[in-house]
């Protein structure tokens, strides 16, 4: 249809569209529509399809007004946007309409695709950290390796002293008040606890003994009404144990996994951080490869685009909150910081999301089928599903297979840039 259409410009990738239907089009859609119910519509006094005009009206006039609004809507923001020319992404925003039987004029906000003004991306200039696995972290693991299989021995005839743990039971008073109340609690006697000072004033203690420890809450406390307050444990102590680590040898190697022995362990520990440490190194490679090619370009962003991906971002946060256990009335109390707090990463990430399409349509990079293949044997493996079944479950939904496709574009981008870059080796930040 012929459309008279006013476009105004909000900048360079957002602009609203005032769009006037013809009279005679939005008429023609409501006898369309009265003629097509009138043949079906059961109105009493009528046989169907014999009810004049204006009683299929008064009968289905609500309805009517819907699917003709829904109709020609749709059909005018198609035929607009192909008369102006006007490539936009997302779905426009409908407002300042006004509408009857013979009349449809609203505004529609749209949002373009930024034209992306970046010179220089190939060749880029890249630190990457050297990946260096230290004595001191193999060892320190071999230590939680023992300390997991450490054995607790009771003790007879001496005081508790550090290291050991406690079997007690123990009431809590706080302002005169019972606040809490715990049998067989294990408690280590350690330099440093949480409540500061507590394990401490159980050295030299032995089972049969009572103690009472006296501690002041922090202001961080978890139970609020504790928290920067004094509070004095009733300690009851039944029993004793000392904390017995098993030799570091081939034995302990063969308990902890399919290892031959405690060199072996330590291979596969040395590998296992050095695997680490590479995701980690590339990750602030790519990181930082990404932030030059913000620096680089310069193009505004639809603000409709940022606050869809900001929206996504903020719900990803609360459902993180939710599956680790928060209730759900707190979650949502925090929805507004969580909000603030993403508000430059959402903008980011649709930045760098811009600026690779533009790179990879340049570069004319594209999700081949050995990419496919790799992608899916990729998400198989981590998902530990059947590489068919994925397969299947991408094919299936038309929207599931873009955004993967887009994935792959993105990452084989990426790839590019850093195959393309001049890499300097660097000592890693500490």
């Not at 997991?148 to 079997?167: C, M, N, P, T, Y």
């Amino acid at each position: 249809m012929k459309l008279k259409v006013n476009v105004k410009d909000v900048n360079s990738c957002e602009k609203v569209l005032t769009i006037d239907v013809p009279s005679e089009v939005v008429t023609e859609e409501f006898n369309s529509f009265y003629n097509s119910v009138a043949k079906q519509a059961k109105i009493p006094g009528f046989r169907p399809g014999h009810a004049p005009r204006q009683v299929v009206a008064l009968h289905f006039k609500d309805e009517a007004r819907r699917e003709v609004w829904k109709e020609l809507v749709a059909r005018s923001l198609q035929d607009a946007l192909k008369q102006e020319a006007l490539d936009v992404i997302g779905y426009p925003r409908v407002e300042s309409m006004e509408f009857d039987e013979r009349r449809l004029k609203y505004k529609a906000h749209v949002e373009m695709r930024p034209k992306v003004k970046i010179d220089k991306y190939a060749g880029l200039s890249l630190k990457r950290e050297r990946v260096r696995v230290t004595e001191t972290e193999v060892n320190d693991a071999l230590k939680r390796i023992q300390e997991s299989h450490a054995k607790f021995q009771a003790v007879e005839g001496r005081e508790a002293r550090l290291g050991d743990f406690l079997i007690a039971d123990y009431v809590l008073q706080a302002d005169g008040k019972e606040v809490e109340k715990r049998d067989g609690e294990w408690v280590e006697i350690r330099d440093k606890d949480y409540l500061e000072g507590f394990s401490k004033q159980l050295l030299g203690a032995k089972p049969g003994e009572n103690r009472t420890v006296t501690v002041t809450f922090p202001s961080d406390y978890v139970r609020k009404e504790l928290a920067g307050t004094p509070g004095e444990f009733k300690v009851m102590i039944h029993e004793l144990k000392e904390k017995i680590l098993p030799s570091l040898d081939d034995e302990l190697a063969k308990a902890a996994g399919e290892y031959e022995s405690v060199a072996d362990l330590k291979r596969t520990i040395e590998k296992d951080f050095e695997n680490h440490k590479k995701v980690e190194t590339e990750r602030k490679l790519e990181q930082n490869l990404l932030d030059e090619l913000i620096k680089r370009s310069k193009f505004e962003v639809p603000a409709g685009v940022i606050e869809r991906r900001l929206n996504a971002l903020v719900e990803d946060q609360i459902q993180s909150l939710l599956y680790r256990g928060a209730k759900a009335e707190d979650a949502a109390k925090h929805r507004d910081e969580i909000r603030k707090s993403l508000e430059q990463e959402a903008e980011r990430q649709v930045r760098v999301s811009f600026l690779l399409d533009e790179i990879s349509t340049r570069e004319h990079v594209e999700a081949k089928e050995e990419d496919w293949n790799a992608k899916y044997e990729s998400l198989a493996g981590r998902l530990r599903r059947p590489v068919e079944e994925v397969k299947s479950y991408y094919s299936q939904d038309r929207d599931r297979k873009d955004s993967l496709a887009q994935q792959i574009i993105f990452e084989k981008t990426i790839q590019w840039l850093k195959d393309k870059a001049v890499i300097t080796e660097v000592e890693a930040s500490s």
